[in-house]
């Protein structure tokens, strides 16, 4: 006879921080309703509806914070980040798993997957559905989350965004979809799914993140403010002065298609970069690429954002200020994340 020794189970760090997933109403409200309050179930009472977690792994929970997530701010948003790179020094932590409101999930995946200086599996998670809504999709969304970051092969992916059976990067996941389970999806598709509670690979992250990154939360205090500005017909330039008056050391531009910029704000463009506030062009669109000197002259001093939504240029460039806010600088950074 053959001895098996079984593989001790893996231990799992949750961090509960409010959202949809933590959210409570009527309970003939059904699938669709928004008549209910984000951010008042507590996370012992969450766990307890998501039958066989224990078999999954070793799960301990934590109540960080209890918010709406359009709440993070970016002090919030360090204080989290702070806590998941404590939790993974940690040996008896072999994965973490993040519970967000959907509405900002994408801007916390994205910046824990440049900044978390480990290669241990964080997997961040949420519902578009109340826990007390017809087909709630919280509890199988908690499950696959607490499988992915409890497999050894999560590991060194960077952290990694589960909702609706599916797995995306945090480096380019979006919220696409107002409603609806499936409201997530990346221009790149998505990493793999879940299956029979383990992960099924087809697609790795080409771009630096986690220990390859130059950007670490342990040794960053705060985030330089950014701000951004989406594109529409008729625009007026007061609204980039107002960013430069509140301090902004760089303006992401949500311009049109591949980063165009409407010839009545070139000289307004042109004058945020003279005085000292970088100026990213992105696109509105959610999908393509801005490159350099294509659609705009860049040698203004601006910074084209690649395939970086403005969400995550917002914070990309906030990153790369931390360092040097020359724009070529910044630039580079882009064009290496
Ligand atoms: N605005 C809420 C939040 O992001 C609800 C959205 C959700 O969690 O699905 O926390």
Redesign the pocket.
């Known amino acids: 006879m053959q001895a098996h020794t079984k593989a001790p189970r893996r231990r799992v760090l949750l961090l509960a921080t ?4 933590a ?1 409570a109403g009527p309970a003939a409200a059904g699938t669709g309703s928004a008549a209910y309050d ?2 008042v179930v507590p996370v012992q009472q969450l766990l307890a509806q998501v039958p066989g977690l224990d078999a999954l792994a070793h799960v301990a929970a934590e109540q960080l914070l209890q918010i ?3 709440d993070f701010i970016d002090a919030l948003l360090l204080q989290l980040a702070r806590r998941v790179a404590g939790a993974c020094r940690q040996s008896e932590v072999d994965g973490v798993v993040v519970l967000h ?4 999930l994408q801007e916390t995946a994205f910046f824990l997957h440049l900044t978390l200086p480990t290669d241990k599996p964080v997997v961040l998670t ?3 559905r109340a826990g007390t809504a017809l087909s709630a999709d919280g509890p199988a969304n908690v499950a696959d989350a607490v499988a992915l970051a409890a497999h050894p092969d999560s590991a060194g992916r960077g952290v990694l965004v589960t909702l609706g059976g599916e797995i995306f990067s945090g480096r380019d996941v979006a919220k696409t979809r107002a409603q609806g389970p499936a409201a997530f999806s990346s221009p790149h598709g998505s990493l793999g799914w879940m299956a029979d509670g383990a992960p099924r690979w087809y697609r790795r992250v080409d771009r630096p993140h986690t220990l390859h990154s130059e950007f670490n939360i342990e040794t960053m205090d705060a985030l330089p403010l950014v701000g951004v500005v989406t594109s529409h017909g008729n625009m007026r330039t007061e609204v980039f002065d107002a960013w430069v008056a509140a301090g902004a050391r760089a303006i992401v531009f949500a311009a049109f298609g591949g980063g165009t910029v409407p010839s009545y704000l070139l000289p307004e463009l042109a004058d945020v970069s003279a005085r000292g506030v970088v100026l990213v062009r992105a696109s509105r669109t959610g999908c393509g690429l801005v490159l350099r000197n294509a659609t705009a002259d860049d040698a203004h001093g601006w910074v084209a954002a690649a395939d970086h939504g403005p969400t995550q240029a917002r914070l990309l460039a906030a990153l790369a200020l931390t360092r040097s806010a020359d724009p070529l600088h910044v630039q580079a950074v882009f064009d290496r994340y």
């Open positions: 409010g959202g949809t997933i959210g984000s951010a709406d997530s359009v409101g959907t509405d900002t949420g519902a578009m």
